[in-house]
Nanobody, 129 residues
Framework: QVQLVESGGGSVQAGGSLTLSCVAS????????MAWFRQAPGEEREGVAA???????TYADSVKGRFTISRDHAKNTLYLQMNSVKPEDTAMYYC???????????????????????WGQGTQVTVSS
């Protein structure tokens, strides 16, 4: 059974750091395009960072230079290191996998939510000013 389970969310003050984890089971995530999305109340889901099968990384402009996506192949785990967080980073964060067989993406296509067919349940991040 394919499953993605996020953890690591919580409350943090602006300027602080947080690390999110996403453990994959039922498939080997290193073979696929993986991404982090977020959704704030009343807002659309937006892509934050993506990493393809060749470890090519794409970031949303809003997090570039502050967030880092990475993965541990041995632990089958995806990470999102969040530094210098801002109140506008407050959202539910989701891990997603594109298991369609297309293992790469480019630019904005990396953040088309409809291409991802496996999603975690989300972990809440709240940043206070």
């Amino acid at each position: 059974q394919v499953q993605l389970v996020e953890s690591g969310g919580g409350s943090v003050q602006a300027g602080g750091s947080l690390t999110l984890s996403c453990v994959a089971s039922g498939f080997y995530h290193s073979n696929y395009l993986m991404a982090w999305f977020r959704q704030a109340p009343g807002e659309e889901r937006e892509g934050v960072a993506a990493i393809d099968r060749d470890d090519k990384i794409t970031y949303a402009d809003s997090v570039k230079g502050r967030f880092t996506i990475s993965r541990d192949h041995a632990k089958n785990t995806l990470y999102l290191q969040m530094n210098s967080v801002k109140p506008e980073d407050t959202a539910m964060y989701y891990c997603a996998a594109d298991r369609s067989g297309i293992t790469y993406c480019q630019g904005g296509h990396c953040f088309e939510a409809t291409r991802y067919n496996s999603w975690g349940q989300g972990t809440q991040v709240t940043v206070s000013s």
